[in-house]
């Protein structure tokens, strides 16, 4: 092995409107950091086609004498989470830190090539022309979402050592040795090889490639041609070099047609092979528009010795299944190493590229991203497909960009796809960022969690009802909207949540009203006054008045006799007479565990009513954040009688800087019930969609309930239909569309956090027994995870193992 001086080709940078490196052999580039703007499994086949016109674009601007490099650096990094006060949180960071992921980060550098002269002379023109080009260049990035960041003179020489050095997951590296030899290069303790694309040998004009290829799920999911880059394993750092040059049009048409010639002179099967290949590029020319250019495509691993032709014969066999047999030519490896630092593409030798079309060209370029982080004041985190925390705004940030009008979500899944679950997630985290929290369960899936922070857990009973006094209002308070709640209370009450109040009998309610209040007012009556049962007393003579003087039919006897079992001395007494219990208020987190009552006709809708109102209360007279979540009470109300009420809720939540969550299982239940779709789902601009594989049957139903195109219903189809859980812990995952898009996340926790949102009876009651022993929350699940570990067993059998020992504790006779 013969050890290289490794010298570099430049002689300086100078900054112009952009920082502009100069090659000693006089070609000079400019380097842009983009994005790639197709987010991988968007499922969205036109972003890929928009990238490729963007660049088909781009190449029209420069025109011949220019070189455009795209480089992708896919670098293998170690999650680190930011430390946390918060136990929970906490545990989150350490389970994913120190976890590996493949960061993407992309260059493109545009090159002026400048026609060698023995003395190199200053064209003032042809530079001005370059910077407007760049710039031009900048603009359909900037518009095209790539955003484009032009490099400075030191983020320059920042980016060629790091590439010289080879290493882009470390913040501090050095330069180690560095030496070459025919099959590779060695960096320090790494070997970097580089695998180019296409055997010039055997020049073939790929006739058949696409923007992007598809990945078989059952059904096609388009993903990037090189989208098995991320999985090469063993390998440290991947850098893809896309290299396309263009060259003077005349020229190379005019060498192209006397090749023609000379071919079809020599009649051979070959030879017509060739005249053919010709004829469609020389076609493809004239119809499109396209350019010749030539290409050069290198992909240049790097990783231990010991697993370096692991991953060229992973690599070499990936693009063989799409038809690419990389060059056999591995001994230029220097060549192709220095021919890939940006800047340097002077360098690349007639045999390493490809003439090709435009077309053709940008079809091989890398066109994808990861998940990114949202800049956003309110993060919550959720993993990407990769397993590693991304941070998303799900309330606030999507607001100001109008991608989404209010902050209600309507989530839905299967019975057991991890709604519950993903809610505690995502609540957790709602309440670590000071955001108030009533929620409505008929399952305590939300024990652990309110257990951990603390809140006010509140069980439905017979013996101690949930109460309020709807009545009692002050006098600002008495309006439109008011007045509406009042009637469809008094509606619930009489023709339950199925029935239906006709117009009459409507009208009859709504003038009652205003005279009960107008009378308690006039009379200056006490505020104690106020309540259901001064309301019936009244009510019962004011009908009977309204009805003789209007001589209109009114079933009063129905009226009288249904409605007096919410008088103080009828059987639910005491759930509209008295108050409410005002400490609410205060709590930040509260459960109401409804379940007791989720069969009862009456008490299951008017209890949902009554949170309701609570939440509305508190949201009027608090500042902060605030979010209701309902998981299956929401169907108590869902009727035409509760239309009205549901769409006021909703339009007063996004007033207040709040949020109403419906979570629900049941598919019968949405398709073909206009209240929630009008009143629901029109309202909430949030969808999550946990596994829908159960519905696939219907899901044709769904997608036109939930407004989702055909690009988000393959996303949907995505959901946990991935091979992305090698190195990670269980998990699901769902599908947040906010506004029009969607994107799917991992629901993934850490162990501590999975003992606080599980539902899985044996696990609470397991995690319960030590919640027990133990004074604090913290204490307890400690031990448990400690014991646990310890154990050596699944989750599954130490649960059982702990329940056991305690029945058998109970029930043995000491
Ligand atoms: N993201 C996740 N990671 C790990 N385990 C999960 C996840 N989501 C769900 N599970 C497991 O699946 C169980 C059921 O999940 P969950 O209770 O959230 O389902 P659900 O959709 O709310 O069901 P239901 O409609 O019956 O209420 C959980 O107890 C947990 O064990
Ligand atoms: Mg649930």
């Not at 842009?32 to 190449?59: C, E, G, M, R």
């Not at 309204?546 to 007096?564: A, G, H, M, Q, V």
């Amino acid at each position: 092995m013969k050890a290289k001086e490794f010298s570099r080709p430049f002689i300086g940078i100078k900054t112009y409107a952009y920082a502009v490196l100069f090659h000693e052999k006089s070609d000079h580039s400019v380097i842009i950091k983009i994005t790639n703007p197709v987010l991988q499994y968007s499922a969205d086949v036109a972003a890929y086609q928009d990238f490729h016109h963007v660049f088909s674009n781009i190449i029209k601007i420069l025109g011949a004498g220019y070189t455009v490099q795209k480089l992708d650096i896919l670098a293998l990094k170690k999650f680190r989470g930011k430390a946390s006060a918060d136990y929970l949180s906490q545990k989150y960071n350490e389970a994913f830190t120190g976890r590996e992921y493949r960061d993407i980060t992309t260059y493109l550098t545009i090159t002026r090539n400048v026609k060698r002269t023995t003395f190199f002379t200053y064209d003032e023109k042809d530079f001005k022309n370059f910077e407007r080009n760049v710039a031009k260049v900048v603009d359909v990035l900037q518009n095209r979402n790539f955003q484009p960041v032009p490099l400075k003179e030191k983020e320059i020489i920042s980016l060629l050592n790091r590439f010289v050095a080879f290493n882009f997951s470390d913040e501090v590296y050095s330069f180690n040795n560095f030496s070459a030899s025919e099959e590779s290069i060695k960096i320090g303790n790494r070997t970097v090889k580089s695998i180019s694309l296409v055997d010039i040998d055997e020049i073939n004009f790929p006739a058949t490639i696409k923007p992007h290829t598809d990945l078989n799920l059952g059904y096609s999911l388009p993903v990037d041609l090189m989208h098995f880059l991320h999985a090469i394993p063993g390998t440290n750092c991947i850098a893809y070099n896309q290299t396309i040059q263009i060259p003077d049009q005349r020229l190379e048409l005019a060498k192209l047609a006397a090749k023609r010639k000379k071919h079809t002179s020599m009649p051979d099967p070959a030879n017509d092979l060739a005249v053919a290949d010709i004829d469609r590029v020389m076609t493809d020319i004239a119809r499109d528009n396209q350019l010749l250019v030539f290409g050069h495509y290198n992909i240049i691993l790097s990783a231990p010795d010991q697993v370096i032709d692991r991953a060229t014969n992973y690599l070499e066999s990936s693009l063989f299944s799409f038809g690419i047999i990389p060059s056999k030519q591995a001994t230029n490896q220097l060549e192709l190493f220095r021919a890939a630092i940006p800047g340097n593409q002077e360098e690349l030798k007639h045999y390493d590229k490809f003439q090709t079309t435009t077309d053709a060209a940008i079809c091989l370029l890398f066109k994808e991203s990861l998940l990114q982080d949202e800049a956003s004041e309110f993060q919550i985190l959720f993993s990407d497909r990769q397993g590693i925390p991304v941070a998303i705004d799900t309330s606030d940030l999507p607001i100001h960009t109008q991608r989404m009008n209010n902050r209600n979500k309507f989530v839905l899944g299967p019975s057991g796809t991890g709604k519950s679950f993903f809610m505690n997630h995502m609540i957790r985290q709602y309440a670590l960022q000071d955001t108030d929290i009533i929620l409505v369960d008929t399952g305590h899936s939300y024990s652990g969690l309110c257990q951990y922070y603390g809140g006010r857990y509140i069980t439905y009973s017979e013996e101690k009802p949930i109460t309020m006094n709807p009545f009692r209002i002050v006098r600002e308070e008495f309006n439109e909207e008011k007045r509406e709640f009042l009637k469809s209370l008094i509606g619930l009450l009489w023709k339950g949540a199925a029935g239906a109040v006709n117009q009459i009998e409507d009208s009859v309610i709504s003038s009652v009203i205003s005279a009960y209040y107008e009378d308690f007012y006039a009379q200056q009556r006490e505020a104690r006054y106020l309540s259901f049962q001064s309301f019936y007393d009244f009510s019962i003579s004011k009908i009977a008045e309204i009805t003789e003087k209007e001589t209109i039919e009114f079933d009063l006897k129905s009226y009288r006799f249904i409605l007096k079992k919410f008088c103080l001395a009828g059987e639910y007494g005491a759930i509209l007479n008295n108050e409410m219990d005002s400490s609410l208020f205060d709590d930040r987190f509260i459960v109401f565990e409804i379940d007791a009552i989720k069969e009862h006709k009456i008490l299951f809708p008017l209890t949902t009513i009554i949170i309701m109102d609570v939440f509305l209360q508190k949201m009027r007279h608090k500042k902060n954040r605030k979010a209701l979540i309902i998981e299956e009470a929401w169907k108590a109300i869902a009727s035409p009688l509760m239309a009205g009420y549901i769409l006021y809720v909703y339009k007063t939540v996004r007033k207040f800087w709040g949020e109403a969550v419906v979570v629900t299982q049941e598919l019968d239940d949405i398709i073909g019930n206009a209240v929630v779709k009008n009143s629901i789902i029109n309202n909430s601009d949030t969808i999550c969609l946990l596994d829908q594989t159960k519905f696939k049957d219907n899901f044709s139903e769904i997608a036109n309930l939930l407004a989702l195109n055909e690009v988000e219903q393959n996303k949907i189809f995505t959901i946990n239909n991935l091979d992305n859980h090698e190195g990670r812990g269980r998990f699901k995952e769902v599908y947040i569309k906010r506004g029009a898009r969607g994107e799917v996340y991992g629901v993934e926790v850490s162990l501590h956090e999975y003992l606080t949102f599980t539902t899985e009876r044996k696990e609470k009651e397991a995690v319960a027994l030590y919640l027990q022993q133990y004074p604090s929350y913290q204490e307890a699940l400690d031990r448990f995870v400690q014991d646990f570990r310890q154990s050596g067993l699944k989750l599954n059998d130490f649960t059982n193992l702990i329940n056991r020992q305690y029945h058998e504790k109970v029930f043995l006779p000491a």
